[in-house]
Each structure stands twice: as structure tokens, then as C-alpha cells.
């Protein structure tokens, strides 16, 4: 536990005071962010304010979990170690993808093919070697689809190169669709960064369980785990968290810096690398609700448009609908936070409650 909370500490602290220094960095080189312009309009007075602060989240998340690795008995972790180059990686697709947006000086960034092939290429390198066993202990990921833990659908039925082939493809979809859902969150002054917190915090306490049910040891769960060093993976949560509530101070309304696609794409992208090391993939469902009902609104306004030409709301993703029906941002944002909440205490109850389910 010294661990985890040493992590979200140094994440929170380095978060709190380099998101300044970042500011101002950015507002020098006037690297600013571009508004869509069939946004809200009111949106348009934040044109200008600075953008990729998901820079410092990135980096305050590596110093905290190195900095956990000094204590006593503490080492780096492979499994933990992979989740930060996916969460680095991703997060360099979308420095690329803001940076265009400055350059280009519109709110348009890489084409969506370069997007997605680049998603693609790091999504694909982290699901080999997450499926790659690590010395003599297990893989960190499973080719058996996992809710609460492993379930009995396996894709390797057809044999273990199906199997991997598979896992891939099924890894690459989840670590996309992840990071495309926390960017569509990224809509409104720390809707995504709060989200976010709180959705790693959730997944601190899924590992913490994990930790102390692992097979073989003494724990209080009738069916252990068999999860790649889950205090690892919790300590490396906690350092997200710790990131995002440090960006969080100087990202609320009225926001001084945007994470960007910068730190929408790396977030989400960590979140998926979470459930598959875990074991927890469709419980990630439960835990980032909010970012599934964001994402779902979007979907169901373009699919509903193009088959009938109208619109389901006044405008998506779904907290855009609520601003033009007249609510302030702050209220979305603070009742979103709620739903959030809601959400990632419904996870973890769940899983608590199927651990002691024999």
C-alpha cells in the first residue's frame, strides 16, 4: 500500500507544479487550441488556451512509478512497464495529432487513416508482448475473454496461433476504442480529467484485491487470481490518478491548459492496458461508464442521422446536447463526476462481490 500511495503522491505533486510551468512554455510558442466551429459557442472564448498538457500527465505518471521503485523491496515490473510505453505511445500519436492542429491552425489534426494506423502499430506491439510470457512467470495478458477474471471462452480454441492472432485483434480493439472514448470525453473544462481519476482509482482497489488473493497465498477470496504482479499494476494506477488530479487543478472551469489528444489518447489507452493485464476487460465496461454512454451517444447520433436525417440530440457527444439545452458547464461537468463515481463504485462492488462467489 506504501507503494501505491507513494506513487499517486509523487504523480500528484509533479502533476500540480510542472502544469504551469507547462502553460507557460506553451502560451510562448503559442501553441493553442483550436475550437470546432459548429461547437457550442460559447466554446469559442477558450480558442487560444493552451493544448497537450497531456505532456505533463504522461510524465508526472513515469515519475511516480519509478519513484515508488525506490523503496525498500521495490523493483520495476515488465507488466507495468509495458502499460506505460502503451500509454506513451499512444500519447505521442496524439502529440502528433496536436501539433498538426497548431501548425495547421484548425481544429483538424492527422488524417484518420494515420490515426488509426498509428493506434494500430502501437496497439499491435503491446498485445504481442503482453501476450508474450515474461522469464518463467506467466504472460500478462490471456487469450480467454475475462469479465470479473478469466471466463471459459478462450480464443485460442482453434489452437494457440489463432489464439494469439486473435488476442491481438481483440487487444487492438479495445485499446482504439478506449482511447477514442476518453477523447470524445475530452469535450468540457475537466470532464475527462476528473473521469479519469476516477476510473483509475477504481482500478487501485480491483488490484489491491488481486494482490492480496493472488494463488497461493492466504487471502479471503474464495477463487484466487492469477494475474503479472497486480500491486505492480495498482501502483501504476495510482500514479495515473495521481497525474490526472494534479492536471486537474489547473484544468477545471476555467481551464488554463487542455490535456489534447496528447492525454485523451494516452489515458485511454492505459485504461485498456489495465483491463487486459488485469484480466478485468469487460468489467472496464462497468468502471468507465461514462465514457461508454459519451461514446454511445455519438454513435447512435451519426447512425440515427444517416438513417432517417435527423438528430436523437441537439448536438453529440452527449454533454454538448446538455449545453445547448441550457445547462452550464460546470453543472455537466460536476454531474457527470457524479455519474463517474456511480459507476466506478458499481465496478468495484461487482467485482468484490464475484470475488467471494465460489
Not at 503522491?9 to 512554455?25: D, E, H, Q
Request: hydrophobic content about 55%; aromatic content about 12%; proline content about 3%.
Amino acid at each position: 500500500m506504501v507503494n501505491i500511495l507513494f506513487a499517486a503522491g509523487i504523480a500528484l505533486i509533479v502533476s500540480w507544479i510542472g502544469t504551469p510551468l507547462l502553460i507557460r512554455f506553451l502560451v510562448k510558442h503559442e501553441f493553442g487550441q483550436f475550437i470546432r466551429q459548429d461547437g457550442p459557442t460559447s466554446h469559442h472564448i477558450k480558442r487560444g488556451t493552451p493544448t497537450m498538457g497531456g505532456i505533463v500527465i504522461i510524465i508526472a505518471t513515469m515519475l511516480g512509478y519509478f519513484g515508488s521503485t525506490l523503496l525498500p523491496n521495490s523493483a520495476p515490473r515488465a507488466s507495468s512497464m509495458l502499460i506505460l510505453a502503451l500509454m506513451a505511445g499512444l500519447g505521442f500519436v496524439g502529440f502528433l495529432d496536436d501539433f498538426l492542429k497548431i501548425r495547421r491552425q484548425r481544429s483538424t489534426g492527422l488524417r484518420p487513416t494515420w490515426k488509426f494506423l498509428g493506434q494500430g502499430a502501437v496497439g499491435i506491439a503491446f498485445a504481442t508482448l503482453a501476450i508474450t510470457p515474461f522469464g518463467s512467470g506467466p504472460a500478462l495478458a490471456s487469450t480467454k475473454l475475462s469479465a470479473l477474471r478469466d471466463t471459459g471462452f478462450d480464443l485460442a480454441f482453434a489452437g494457440r496461433a489463432t489464439g494469439i492472432v486473435l488476442f491481438i485483434i481483440w487487444a487492438n480493439f479495445l485499446i482504439t476504442a478506449w482511447s477514442n472514448a476518453v477523447n470524445l470525453t475530452d469535450g468540457l473544462d475537466g470532464l475527462a480529467t476528473g473521469a479519469s481519476a476516477m476510473a483509475f482509482g477504481a482500478y487501485v482497489l480491483v488490484a489491491w484485491w488481486q494482490f492480496n488473493n493472488l494463488c497461493g497465498s492466504q487471502g479471503f477470496a474464495r477463487r484466487c487470481f492469477s494475474i503479472h504482479y497486480p500491486l505492480d499494476l495498482g501502483v501504476v494506477a495510482a500514479a495515473i490518478a495521481g497525474a490526472c488530479l494534479g492536471f486537474l487543478w489547473w484544468n477545471a472551469s476555467p481551464a488554463r491548459i487542455f490535456m489534447g489528444d496528447t492525454g485523451s489518447l494516452a489515458l485511454g489507452g492505459a485504461f485498456a492496458g489495465l483491463s487486459i493485464a488485469t484480466h478485468t476487460e469487460f468489467l472496464a465496461v462497468i468502471i468507465g461508464g461514462l465514457f461508454v454512454l459519451i461514446t454511445l451517444s455519438d454513435v447512435i447520433q451519426i447512425g440515427y442521422f444517416k438513417l432517417t436525417g435527423r438528430r436523437v440530440f441537439k448536438m453529440a457527444p452527449l454533454h454538448h446536447h446538455f449545453e445547448l439545452s441550457g445547462w452550464g458547464e460546470v453543472t455537466i461537468v460536476i454531474r457527470f463526476w457524479l455519474i463517474a463515481i456511480v459507476f466506478g463504485a458499481a465496478g468495484v462492488g461487482l467485482f468484490y462481490g464475484g470475488s467471494l462467489v465460489a
